[in-house]
């Protein structure tokens, strides 16, 4: 009988102003939000978007709790049904086919209005089975970075024979730099090299559960490109994780470099004088290569006792003044349509403007370590074909 009254409940409220319905809701009392969020940023802007939605919302309290991002999917798994999860809870679009197979979130109750406030590739992100989840608080992808000291703004390479040339040449004139580095061992980065003339991740629209074209002949020609800039970058995967590429770049002594925006403040800080492009273009192609883009969502938990509360502060966190406030905080780019006054918005919108939404199907979870483990066998030196043909069984089972 609850849960026919609290179905009542949403439908009704639907069809109204959600603050109109949180009034008459919190006339019974205190409701209390608890909202999961990743610390170094996303933690600060839930903490002041709460402050700022309880000053026009006195009967709801806004509660953070930390739930890395990472981590949030398989929590609210185990939380979620027995009562202690949270109401409302980041997590990446690529895991919400995982999401909503396993009953754990809520359709978006406003849908019509995030899809008309809502980035194009942030909406696509979020549909599962034509149906909208979530509410997208920032959108991100990578590009490259260049050291202004080391690589003049007009010998940025805009292809990837370029970069290789060029890195060649600088290595020569400096032993104790680097003319290029990029973490070699995550798919996440190294997906570019299998984008060549429109290959995709699991077909053009990422839904293709049967096929997912990791292993085809895009991909192994774009990833045998890959292994040949072990030539101008001659170090072992596993001395090219994030932590000491980052550190390369930011210590002033690599030109260029594939990372986001996340990164952005740390080398500020650093002192680094540094822009960003668009990624080269591969081998046979004119436009810069493909990369994932990726969009980080509030979810409403399907076990939350507050869905119509849950929802209207989740799509608060799409306000202009919201998404102004989390961009000045956290450096992640807007879901929504608005100007950035940043040196560095121009390079990182127009690589989105060549990027794809990570898969949201199930298989997608076998992607990363499948992937991951492929790239860095390739880069140093596996057979190509048969590495892609292990990491496409491991997510098709074939």
Same mark, same amino acid.
């Given at each position: 009988?609850?849960?026919?009254?609290?179905?009542?409940?949403?439908?009704?409220?639907?069809?109204? =102003?959600?603050?109109?319905? *949180?009034?008459?809701? *919190? =006339?019974?009392?205190?409701?209390t939000?608890?909202?999961?969020?990743?610390?170094?940023?996303?933690?600060?802007?839930?903490?002041?978007?709460?402050?700022?939605?309880?000053a026009?919302?006195?009967?709801?309290?806004?509660?953070?709790?930390?739930?890395?991002?990472?981590?949030?999917?398989?929590?609210?798994?185990?939380?979620?049904?027995?009562?202690?999860?949270?109401?409302?809870?980041?997590?990446?679009?690529?895991?919400?086919?995982?999401?909503?197979?396993?009953?754990?979130?809520l359709?978006?109750?406003?849908a019509?209005?995030?899809?008309?406030?809502a980035?194009?590739?942030?909406?696509?992100?979020?549909?599962?089975?034509?149906?909208?989840?979530?509410?997208?608080?920032?959108?991100?992808?990578?590009?490259?970075?260049?050291?202004?000291?080391?690589?003049?703004?007009?010998?940025?390479p805009?292809?990837?024979?370029?970069?290789?040339?060029?890195?060649?040449?600088f290595?020569?004139?400096n032993?104790?730099?680097?003319g290029?580095?990029?973490?070699?061992?995550?798919?996440?980065?190294?997906?570019?090299?299998?984008?060549s003339?429109? *290959?995709?991740?699991?077909?053009?629209?990422?839904?293709?559960?049967?096929?997912?074209?990791?292993?085809s002949?895009?991909s192994?020609?774009?990833?045998?490109?890959f292994?040949?800039?072990?030539?101008?970058?001659?170090?072992?995967?596993?001395?090219?994780d994030?932590?000491?590429?980052?550190?390369?770049?930011?210590?002033?002594?690599?030109?260029?470099?594939?990372?986001?925006?996340?990164?952005?403040v740390a080398?500020?800080?650093?002192?680094?004088?540094?822009?960003?492009?668009?990624?080269?273009?591969l081998?046979g192609?004119?436009?810069?290569?493909?990369?994932?883009?990726?969009?980080?969502?509030?979810?409403?938990?399907?076990?939350?006792?507050?869905?119509?509360?849950?929802?209207?502060?989740?799509?608060f966190?799409?306000?202009?003044?919201?998404?102004?406030?989390?961009?000045?905080?956290?450096?992640?780019?807007?879901?929504?349509?608005?100007?950035?006054?940043?040196?560095?918005?121009k390079?990182?919108?127009?690589?989105?403007?060549?990027?794809?939404?990570?898969?949201?199907?199930?298989?997608?979870?076998?992607?990363?370590?499948?992937?991951n483990?492929?790239?860095?066998n390739?880069?140093?030196?596996?057979?190509v074909?048969?590495?892609?043909?292990?990491?496409?069984?491991?997510?098709v089972?074939?």
């Amino acid at each position: 009988m609850k849960r026919i009254f609290k179905l009542g409940i949403v439908l009704a409220c639907a069809a109204f =102003a959600f603050m109109g319905c *949180n009034e008459k809701k *919190n =006339a019974s009392g205190q409701i209390t939000l608890t909202v999961w969020e990743s610390t170094k940023g996303p933690d600060e802007f839930i903490k002041k978007a709460g402050e700022l939605y309880e000053a026009t919302h006195p009967n709801i309290k806004i509660k953070f709790q930390n739930v890395e991002l990472g981590d949030s999917t398989g929590q609210i798994a185990l939380d979620g049904p027995a009562g202690k999860g949270a109401d409302i809870f980041a997590a990446p679009h690529d895991r919400l086919g995982s999401l909503v197979t396993g009953g754990h979130v809520l359709a978006t109750m406003n849908a019509d209005d995030v899809k008309a406030r809502a980035l194009p590739a942030c909406v696509q992100a979020l549909t599962y089975d034509g149906t909208l989840y979530g509410y997208p608080v920032s959108a991100e992808t990578y590009a490259l970075f260049y050291n202004k000291k080391l690589i003049s703004e007009n010998e940025v390479p805009k292809t990837w024979d370029e970069l290789a040339s060029w890195t060649s040449d600088f290595n020569a004139k400096n032993p104790r730099k680097y003319g290029f580095v990029m973490n070699v061992g995550e798919g996440y980065y190294t997906i570019i090299f299998t984008t060549s003339d429109g *290959n995709r991740l699991f077909g053009p629209n990422g839904t293709d559960r049967k096929n997912s074209n990791i292993n085809s002949e895009q991909s192994v020609e774009g990833m045998k490109f890959f292994q040949n800039l072990h030539k101008v970058l001659p170090v072992p995967a596993s001395d090219l994780d994030t932590a000491t590429v980052d550190g390369a770049f930011q210590s002033g002594n690599a030109a260029l470099h594939i990372t986001g925006l996340w990164n952005v403040v740390a080398f500020e800080k650093a002192g680094i004088d540094f822009g960003v492009a668009a990624l080269p273009a591969l081998p046979g192609n004119s436009t810069p290569a493909s990369s994932f883009s990726g969009t980080r969502a509030m979810f409403v938990s399907a076990y939350t006792d507050h869905p119509v509360e849950a929802n209207d502060f989740a799509a608060f966190l799409m306000s202009d003044e919201m998404q102004k406030l989390r961009f000045e905080i956290t450096g992640a780019i807007p879901s929504i349509d608005i100007p950035l006054e940043s040196p560095y918005a121009k390079g990182f919108l127009q690589q989105l403007g060549y990027a794809f939404p990570m898969p949201t199907i199930p298989e997608m979870t076998m992607f990363w370590e499948a992937m991951n483990n492929a790239s860095k066998n390739i880069w140093d030196g596996a057979d190509v074909k048969t590495e892609l043909d292990a990491c496409n069984a491991a997510m098709v089972g074939k």
